[in-house]
């Protein structure tokens, strides 16, 4: 899809979430938007980056700005990386493809899941750069070394082990849905389908519709009553550290761990060999009632800042929660539904305007606030409430 109108004429992301809401089926936007329980720390996330006030300074000479950064040691246009995202196929057509290639072409990495529609090869034979490889730790084993083998081969070239979700948390909109992947054919789901024609006509034109990384590896997957019954069934609810540190050592590369929100599991992380980390409490999707991410960075920063780089994801939203994060001292952001928005509402061009809005409100606030560069921000940046 060009970049013509609509999204030409969008300017931030609550368009670009509206114009989403419009075009994908109401089972795949609640799973985006849902979150566990009351779903209370959903909200607390974005509500951590509000409180939050900007320090503006001005006659500061501002000709000169870059928001470059290095993630992992290599140059990024953004101190941003796209999350992990599960079944993002079905929010559009091979939509992993288009969200990978619009990192790319933005210059910030993109992470494909282990629960992703296309496949690890299908990401890798189309797309120009390197992406990193989010892993499920399963009970086979056997598996687990060949989604790792698949994720060497394809060049990715940093393995993310996702700690928080040995168990699913209960989303209660996804049960009322039945959630599952391809969408159970029902009268209701159905209907809702036929409402979104641009999407359907899209789906009818892929093959892509199941779980490309499980599909044809892993029993079961044929006889999926819902996601959360099958994720019951394959994931690995004795997940340890041990664990952790037998697939560092057989990944042999660069090792991202995230669903860190204690600092005692930051030093185990540390002590694994990890080379960053991702403070997270999924997005509100896991335990309901867990602090917002953003408000468990510093205790993390104590315990390990000086060992590994400390990554945060969870309510970012903007260009202006970015520079939040990157002044609470986190040396990167993840953002997922933001980038779900634009994928749903336009595919790879959508995604490339949530980036594009994202590093203006980014340029422009860190300006406002008196720096030019990314490693010149800091807490000063934040107003200080008398």
């Not at 030409?8 to 109401?26: E, F, S």
């Not at 952001?333 to 779900?340: E, H, K, T, W």
Request: overall charge negative; hydrophobic content about 45%.
């Amino acid at each position: 899809m060009s970049t013509s109108a609509p999204l030409g004429t969008i300017t931030c992301l609550d368009d670009l979430r509206r114009l989403y809401h419009r075009r994908v089926p109401k089972m795949f936007v609640d799973y985006v938007e849902s979150g566990s329980w009351t779903e209370g720390t959903l909200r607390e996330n974005q509500r951590a980056f509000e409180r939050l006030a900007f320090n503006q300074r001005v006659a500061v000479d501002l000709s000169e700005r870059s928001t470059t950064s290095r993630l992992l040691g290599t140059p990024v246009a953004l101190p941003l990386a796209l999350a992990p995202i599960g079944m993002g196929g079905m929010q559009h057509p091979d939509g992993e493809i288009h969200a990978a290639r619009a990192a790319a072409a933005f210059g910030v990495p993109y992470t494909l899941s282990t629960m992703s529609v296309c496949s690890i090869e299908d990401v890798a034979e189309a797309t120009p750069a390197p992406f990193w490889f989010q892993l499920y730790v399963m009970r086979d084993q056997g598996f687990v070394r060949a989604l790792i083998d698949r994720a060497r081969e394809a060049g990715c070239s940093a393995l993310m082990i996702t700690l928080d979700l040995q168990i699913l948390g209960q989303r209660h909109r996804d049960i009322k849905n039945g959630l599952s992947t391809p969408p159970k054919l029902t009268l209701r789901n159905l209907l809702d389908m036929a409402r979104r024609p641009r999407w359907a006509t899209g789906m009818l034109h892929t093959s892509r519709r199941g779980f490309g990384n499980i599909e044809g590896h892993v029993s079961g997957i044929d006889d999926m009553g819902s996601l959360a019954e099958w994720t019951a069934r394959q994931f690995d609810p004795a997940l340890s550290w041990d664990d952790v540190a037998w697939i560092t050592e057989y990944w042999g590369g660069p090792i991202i761990l995230k669903g860190i929100l204690d600092p005692r599991d930051a030093v185990r992380a540390a002590d694994c060999g990890a080379q960053a980390l991702v403070v997270s409490n999924h997005g509100g999707r896991q335990l309901d009632g867990a602090p917002a991410s953003l408000d468990a960075l510093a205790g993390v920063l104590d315990a390990v800042g000086d060992r590994l780089d400390v990554w945060v994801d969870g309510g970012v939203r903007s260009g202006q929660d970015l520079l939040k994060a990157i002044a609470a001292g986190a040396r990167a952001a993840l953002i997922g539904r933001a980038y779900i928005y634009g994928l749903g509402a336009g595919g790879e061009a959508g995604v490339r305007r949530v980036l594009e809005l994202i590093a203006n409100e980014f340029d422009l606030s860190m300006a406002f606030c008196g720096r030019t560069a990314v490693d010149t921000i800091d807490a000063d940046i934040f107003f200080r409430r008398s």
